[in-house]
């Protein structure tokens, strides 16, 4: 128990004393004051799939960013309002009638393939249908955009906070995510540390043209990290951060809902492999399961745990901050991870029965069964 209680404690202290602080939030954007300065050179890119609860306020935000700004809208097969409320709109929302996917592609890198052959501009703006953006956001992206001088720039939305399991989990997967990409390091241009968050993404159109984009990478569930490498392998620039003012609305009420979120992509984020399955398990019960078990067994053990236990909460107050909830949630953080750690098994368990991934009413299955 002291060894394993040992190794908790420094997997933590070492989390809080990397050079690149992943557990901290210093990449931010925020909005810039509305200035009545043309968006004439931005098209807003929104694939939508039964979205009709949320596609009306989003595109409202949307075109409110100023004039000039073109969006388009995929409706990939929705058998809701999706299509109507999107011509409701007005005039500066283009509708294209998506078709059936196509064998290999998933369904929203089909939608944006469709979407990018209309209303060209400079910069494309993907942005889920789900997405809202306060005044003065898409100032904010092109301004960044400008400062690295070219290549992508996307940021992580906040999330909606409302119920005891939003409060509970989501943070966290903020949170897990910059451990996994330490946004530091995926902002270097020397750094092999590629990601994006797929809600809210800026590039050159014409580097979805040069790069092929999307067929390149049309197979990927976890889209906005491989669109990531894809661009910063060839050179370009790439960065990540989060925002308070860009935020999605979509809700996850309860504990059912976050755990098919977390489900969906969890097995394949470790590449669907049994190994990496086992090593993440033994991971995770060290550095979660075992610092509050160390705590309350007596003798050296419990100084041990209870280092790696502080060590941990300490290492998601800047989260909690952020998000403007209570320090109380940081010592759950053990409970958090191990919750995870069940639907990573739930999410390889149904991949073994055969399916990939299941999200908007459609069913990826592994090549097995396809």
Same mark, same amino acid.
């Given at each position: ?274 190994? #990496? $399955?086992?090593?993440?398990?033994? %991971?995770? +019960? !060290? ?6 078990? @160390?705590?309350? &067994? /007596? ?32 010592? #759950? $953080?053990?409970?958090?991870?191990? %919750?995870? +750690? !069940? ?6 368990? @149904?991949?073994? &029965? /055969? ?16």
């Amino acid at each position: 128990m002291i060894w394993l209680a040992t190794a908790a404690a420094l997997c933590w202290v070492t989390v809080l004393l990397l050079p690149w602080q992943p557990w901290r939030l210093r990449e931010r954007l925020e909005p810039q004051a509305p200035t009545a300065a043309s968006h004439n050179d931005v098209r807003i890119l929104i694939p939508a799939r039964n979205e009709a609860s949320l596609l009306g306020a989003t595109l409202e935000a949307a075109l409110a960013q100023g004039p000039g700004v073109r969006v388009v809208v995929v409706d990939d097969q929705s058998n809701d309002a999706t299509a109507a409320i999107a011509r409701a709109a007005g005039s500066r929302v283009r509708v294209v009638a998506g078709t059936p996917c196509p064998p290999g592609w998933s369904g929203k890198l089909w939608a944006l393939q469709q979407g990018h052959q209309h209303d060209p501009r400079t910069l494309t703006l993907l942005l889920d249908a789900d997405i809202r953006l306060a005044p003065g956001s898409l100032d904010a992206l092109k301004q960044r955009w400008r400062l690295q001088g070219d290549g992508l720039v996307s940021v992580m939305a906040s999330l909606r906070m409302s119920t005891f399991w939003e409060r509970l989990l989501l943070p966290a997967f903020i949170y897990f995510f910059r451990l996994l990409y330490p946004f530091a390091l995926v902002n270097r241009r020397d750094s092999g540390v590629a990601a994006a968050a797929g809600g809210c993404i800026l590039l050159p159109t014409a580097l979805i043209d040069e790069l092929e984009l999307f067929r390149r990478i049309r197979g990927e569930l976890i889209d906005d990290c491989a669109l990531a490498r894809e661009v910063k392998s060839a050179c370009h620039p790439v960065w990540l951060g989060v925002s308070r003012a860009i935020s999605s609305a979509r809700p996850a009420a309860d504990l059912k809902a976050l755990a098919v979120m977390v489900r969906r992509t969890a097995f394949t984020q470790l590449g669907r492999s049994p190994t #990496l $399955l086992l090593l993440c398990t033994v %991971l995770m +019960l !060290l550095v979660f399961a075992l610092p509050p078990w @160390a705590a309350v &067994s /007596g003798g050296q053990a419990a100084v041990l745990g209870v280092i790696a236990w502080v060590a941990m909460s300490v290492s998601f107050l800047p989260t909690l901050h952020f998000y403007g909830l209570a320090p109380i949630w940081a010592p #759950l $953080l053990p409970v958090i991870g191990l %919750l995870y +750690l !069940l639907f990573t098994w739930q999410s390889a368990v @149904a991949c073994w &029965s /055969g399916e990939r991934a299941q999200w908007r009413g459609r069913t990826y299955l592994t090549e097995a069964h396809t």
